[in-house]
């Protein structure tokens, strides 16, 4: 079973919008942490945000925030006032405490477009 | 400000062949990994290592050796490259002194393109 489901193969969005990126996963281990990536064309993976499992509050960076909805288990990327340089693919992934191997689970990836 | 660091680029080797990929971090992580991302996979963990002297087999090892001989270094070796070894390999490392840290982000090198004819 996939344990990370980003259902939006490619997305579009005009600049100086806002836009979100779904992202829904499934565990059942109590701690966890969940992170955003982007990957430019040129290929190297940019960490952008995290959210832990027990965080109670919604993680923000700059123009990055995570929706968190734990009861959902979703954890979708809000890019506010997109640049062009925005146009990226993202990926969400998830780090398991009980896997005990440090690894990232990731989804498949979203390509964005912002269009000008 | 280098963080981590992974050479080669781009590499294009003959079946049968072997080589390594470097990786070098400067942060003092304790955790490092090796990913390789194919088309519509994702990423998926190779070997990782929690510290010095200290490594094990991710999801994906057949075919891959890891050592780890000091805290900065944590090289990937191709015993015997094969054509499924096509890939682009990514180098991590997090601040993480035990494995099951769900909180520590994992900082990516730029990667290696690799092509096995």
């Known amino acids: 079973a996939q344990k990370i489901t980003q259902t939006q193969p490619g997305m579009f969005v005009q600049e100086k919008e806002a836009v979100t990126l779904d992202c829904t996963y499934d565990?059942?281990?109590?701690?966890?942490?969940l992170f955003w990536y982007k990957q430019p064309s040129s290929g190297e993976m940019i960490f952008l945000i995290y959210q832990g499992s027990y965080d109670q509050q919604n993680a923000t960076e700059g123009r990055y925030s995570l929706n968190f909805q734990k009861a959902r288990k979703s954890a979708n990327l809000v890019i506010s006032a997109s640049q062009l340089g925005d146009s990226a693919m993202y990926f969400c992934a998830m780090r398991e405490v009980s896997s005990n191997t440090g690894k990232l689970i990731f989804g498949q990836g979203t390509t964005l477009q912002v269009k000008p | 400000n280098a963080g981590v660091t992974q050479t080669p680029k781009f590499q294009v080797l003959k079946t049968g062949q072997s080589m390594t990929l470097q990786c070098a971090q400067d942060?003092?992580?304790?955790?490092m990994s090796w990913y390789r991302q194919d088309p519509g996979m994702g990423l998926r963990l190779i070997h990782y290592s929690v510290g010095a002297g200290i490594t094990d087999q991710g999801e994906v090892p057949n075919g891959y050796n890891v050592s780890r001989s000091t805290t900065e270094d944590f090289p990937l070796r191709l015993l015997s490259a094969a054509p499924s070894q096509t890939s682009v390999y990514f180098c991590?490392?997090?601040?993480?002194?035990?494995?099951?840290?769900?909180?520590?982000?994992?900082?990516f090198g730029d990667g290696t393109r690799l092509s096995i004819l």
């Open positions: 991590a490392s997090s601040y993480s002194k035990a494995a099951g840290d769900s909180n520590q982000p994992q900082h």
């Open positions: 565990t059942s281990d109590p701690s966890y942490g």
């Open positions: 942060m003092n992580h304790e955790y």
